[in-house]
């Protein structure tokens, strides 16, 4: 019997040696934060990779997501869902606005485009919508709404670093048209090779997490995308107290300034983010052959002309299908020395901060109260071997 456990998660880590030299660096500079050699090279070095004009670093990916409702100067009510990390919330809830949870379409895990507009008031401002586990909204649909009613988009985009999506709008509602079949096992995306552009051009701001779990991470850190240079010159004055200069603060910063460690693991870790979304590829389209011929078991394929990141594998569970709960499996699979981990779950509209809202009413959120009850998340990350694989999927299938 193999005893090793299973983690649902393992951090990308750079070379030591590597990471060891650029710390050499480091220490005979003696420059170790605000605004060093390597925070500006690796703010520089995303921006190509992500293919987006401008990135602001963060020490997390909530602090972004607060600073980005700061500096739109965002009030009143915030369109949102709860299926997601609960610091999408909080993020709003710091701010002083309030929350309003719409139900996410259970085809997607993504709020429901259907379903903003009667979540609208006269005090809305904003939309906060997520692109859970990577799989990306409907961001042609969020703008022409937002756009209708004078809103603005921040995207929590935590979970879609790297997402590309198609760039010309035919081959977009292939792309969407496609995904209304993504949630049915037995249909596999017909590849699309077309021109991509990244989700985070989208929306006025985006935000990233580079947490450990995440798929690319810097141990702790974050950042904000924008559009134009004005926005990120503000943008790095909000990150460093609202220091605009020497002796002039313009407005009511934070503190989220990235040091030289992390930054100089961050772009060692850029170098191998590729490969690392390459072997979690491999490791979707093998639960995916294994899962399509198990009863009760729902997941999700590619959307054709999507670049995925694989940085989550979801699967629901139909009980009565399948002849366990989820928390049965989970269970079992713990027992087993494999963590799965249900996320999310609670929703955040069920936590004790949100749950008197009147948008968290149950009857609002059916669709996502459904997938909470019935997700779990397999293990998944750059390092899985092929007995490890075979390890959970026998534990999965009987
Ligand atoms: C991870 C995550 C965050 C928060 O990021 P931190 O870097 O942990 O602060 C926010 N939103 C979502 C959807 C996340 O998954």
Redesign the pocket.
């Known amino acids: 019997m193999d005893n090793k456990q299973i983690t649902v998660t393992s951090p990308l880590l750079p070379n030591l040696d590597e990471f060891h030299a650029l710390l050499k660096e480091i220490w005979d500079s003696k420059w170790i934060t605000n605004n060093g050699s390597f925070h500006r090279q690796l703010e520089a070095a995303l921006a190509e990779y992500l293919k987006v004009p401008y990135v602001s670093l963060f020490t ?4 972004p ?1 607060l600073t980005a409702l700061q500096a739109l100067r965002i009030t009143g009510e915030v369109i949102t869902t709860p299926y ?2 609960v ?2 919330t909080h993020s709003i809830w710091w701010n002083g606005c309030k929350p309003v949870f719409v139900d996410v379409d259970p085809k997607t895990g993504n709020m429901d485009p259907d379903k903003i507009e009667a979540a609208i008031t006269p005090k809305t401002t904003a939309i906060m919508p ?1 692109h ?1 586990y990577g799989k990306p909204c409907d961001v042609r649909r969020i703008k022409e709404i937002a756009d209708k009613y004078g809103l603005k988009v921040i995207y ?1 985009a ?2 879609a670093f790297a997402l590309e999506i198609p760039k010309n709008e035919a081959d977009y509602k292939l792309a969407f048209d496609e995904a209304n079949n993504v949630f049915n096992p037995s249909q596999t995306a017909k590849k699309l090779e077309v021109e991509t552009e990244s989700i985070l051009n989208w929306g006025d701001m985006s ?1 990233l ?3 450990a ?2 798929v690319y991470n810097t141990i ?3 950042a904000m995308i924008m559009h134009d240079a004005e926005t990120k010159k503000r943008i790095d004055y909000l990150k460093n107290f609202g220091f605009a200069g020497e002796t002039i603060v313009v407005g009511p910063g934070i503190n989220s300034k990235v040091d030289e460690m992390r930054a100089a693991y961050g772009l060692l870790n850029l170098k191998q983010v590729d490969a690392a979304i390459e072997a979690r590829k491999k490791t979707a389209n093998i639960y995916r052959d294994a899962l399509r011929r198990v009863n009760g078991v729902t997941f999700y394929e590619d959307m054709p002309g999507v670049k995925h990141n694989y940085s989550y594998f979801p699967m629901f569970i139909d009980a009565e299908k399948y002849g366990m709960t989820r928390d049965e499996l989970y269970f079992k699979m713990k027992e087993g020395n494999v963590l799965g981990r249900r996320y999310f779950y609670p929703l955040i509209s069920e936590f004790s901060t949100y749950r008197g809202l009147e948008s968290a009413r149950k009857e609002n959120l059916p669709n996502a109260h459904k997938m909470a009850d019935t997700v779990i998340c397999l293990p998944m990350h750059h390092e899985l071997s092929y007995g490890d694989m075979e390890k959970i999927l026998k534990l999965i299938i009987k």
């Open positions: 997390n990916g909530t602090l997501l997601s990390f610091a999408t997520v859970c929590d935590a979970h935000t997490s580079f947490h779990t995440k702790e850190g974050g």
